[in-house]
């Protein structure tokens, strides 16, 4: 199957129910720093989000929805540009937390770009995201419709019309 194709079929339940899903995804696996800031404000301090950025976490977490993604997308669809974009994100991403990681043994050596450090990393997390929740889509498409949905609202209608009567 084709993901762009699979993707312009695509119902709104089916973006709904990916991106409850996705959504379910980030917050569950950036709870460490949302439970973090929480700590922070308990203890009386201001969190800023440069502080969770400084040392590529999110390098971490766009690599740790890759993984599975690029699984997703080679079991929904033919090899393409998108599985390439998708290996390109991974690697770049564990290129550059290897690089922090290094720059912290050379650290009076290596000065690490911080700003770059988190632009890059928000914006490698978005497209993580985006792609992961493209993919999900498009395996909700070929899962089927969701008969356990259409039968409770076959149910809800036929209650609702027998209230009326």
Same mark, same amino acid.
């Given at each position: 199957?084709?993901?762009? !194709?699979?993707?312009?079929?695509?119902?709104?339940?089916?973006?709904?129910?990916? *991106?409850?899903?996705?959504?379910?995804?980030?917050?569950? *696996?950036?709870? /460490?720093?949302?439970? *973090?800031?929480? +700590?922070?404000? +308990?203890?009386?301090? !201001? %969190?800023?989000? /440069?502080?969770?950025? !400084?040392?590529?976490?999110? @390098?971490? @977490?766009?690599?740790?929805?890759?993984? %599975?993604?690029? @699984?997703?997308?080679?079991?929904?669809?033919?090899? *393409?540009?998108?599985?390439?974009?998708?290996?390109?994100?991974?690697?770049?991403?564990?290129?550059?937390?290897?690089?922090?990681?290094? $720059?912290? !043994?050379?650290?009076?050596?290596?000065?690490?770009?911080?700003?770059?450090?988190? $632009?890059?990393?928000?914006?490698?997390?978005?497209?993580?995201?985006?792609?992961?929740?493209?993919?999900?889509?498009?395996?909700?498409?070929?899962?089927? /419709?969701?008969?356990?949905?259409?039968?409770?609202?076959? @149910?809800?209608?036929?209650?609702?019309?027998?209230?009326?009567?």
């Amino acid at each position: 199957m084709e993901l762009l !194709s699979d993707l312009r079929n695509a119902t709104l339940g089916h973006w709904r129910q990916a *991106g409850l899903w996705i959504l379910m995804v980030v917050m569950g *696996g950036l709870f /460490p720093l949302w439970g *973090g800031a929480l +700590l922070f404000v +308990l203890w009386g301090q !201001s %969190p800023s989000l /440069p502080l969770f950025l !400084s040392h590529g976490e999110f @390098y971490i @977490y766009s690599a740790a929805i890759m993984a %599975p993604t690029l @699984y997703v997308l080679l079991s929904i669809c033919r090899f *393409g540009i998108v599985h390439i974009i998708s290996i390109m994100v991974l690697l770049v991403n564990a290129v550059l937390f290897a690089g922090i990681l290094s $720059s912290n !043994s050379f650290a009076p050596i290596i000065d690490v770009d911080k700003v770059f450090l988190r $632009s890059s990393s928000i914006v490698l997390l978005a497209l993580s995201i985006f792609i992961t929740l493209c993919a999900r889509v498009a395996e909700n498409i070929q899962r089927g /419709p969701d008969v356990r949905g259409m039968q409770r609202r076959a @149910y809800d209608e036929l209650e609702a019309d027998l209230d009326t009567l």
